[in-house]
Structure formats: C-alpha cells, structure tokens
C-alpha cells in the first residue's frame, strides 16, 4: 500500500484546512487510517484515527476542531482542520494499517499556522 498525503500549506491562526490521504495498492485488508503530526524536538502524536466501520479516535489536541472521515472504499483519508492555531504547526503523516497489523505511511505533509 503507498500513500500520498496533501493539502498542507500555510494558514493564519483561526483558518482552516483540509488533508487528504490516497492510498493506491491492495487496501482490502486495511482495517484503520489515519493521521498523526510531528513538531520538531517532539514525538509523533496521534492526531485523528478512523477504522473501516467508520469508528473515530481523536487526540486531546484535535477535539473539537478537526474532524476525519474517509471515502467507503479505504482509499482517501481526509482531515479537515479548523481553528488553527500556531501549536498545529508540523508535518502531518497520514498511516493505514491492515488486519495484520501492518503499519504503511506517507511522506508527510507541512502544516504551517502563523500568528
């Protein structure tokens, strides 16, 4: 499975953004998507997760503010962003995992908020 993520850029603090994620390959197996941030000297974090029945997970930092859904094949993932803040500055990774519990990950895409 490879992923491509996009839709990072740069926004003002208060604006809003939308992340996608296309997964091409074999995602029948596929049982989980989602999206986790890295800031630099901090550790990845989960951000959002999803899994095929469409059940959501959020980390503290996103709830309230972004939402994840996917299309009902398991090939796009998607996070919208609202009410940026400068804290949500980082390199978003988009990750599928499968029924074996397999891990897949994009290349990442740059989230930078401004104050």
């Known amino acids: 499975v490879q992923l491509q993520a996009s839709g990072g850029g740069v926004v003002q603090a208060g604006g809003s953004l939308r992340l996608s994620c296309v997964a091409s390959?074999?995602?029948?197996?596929?049982?989980?998507m989602g999206w986790y941030r890295q800031s630099p000297g901090k550790e990845r974090e989960l951000v959002a997760s999803i899994t095929a029945r469409g059940a959501t997970n959020y980390g503290d930092s996103a709830k309230g503010r972004f939402t994840i859904s996917r299309d009902n094949y398991k090939t796009t993932v998607y996070l919208q962003m609202n009410s940026l803040e400068p804290e949500d500055t980082a390199v978003y990774y988009c990750?599928?995992?499968?029924?074996?519990?397999?891990?897949?990950w994009g290349r990442g895409t740059l989230v930078t908020v401004s104050s």
């Open positions: 390959g074999n995602v029948v197996s596929i049982t989980l």
């Open positions: 990750n599928f995992r499968d029924y074996y519990s397999q891990a897949y």
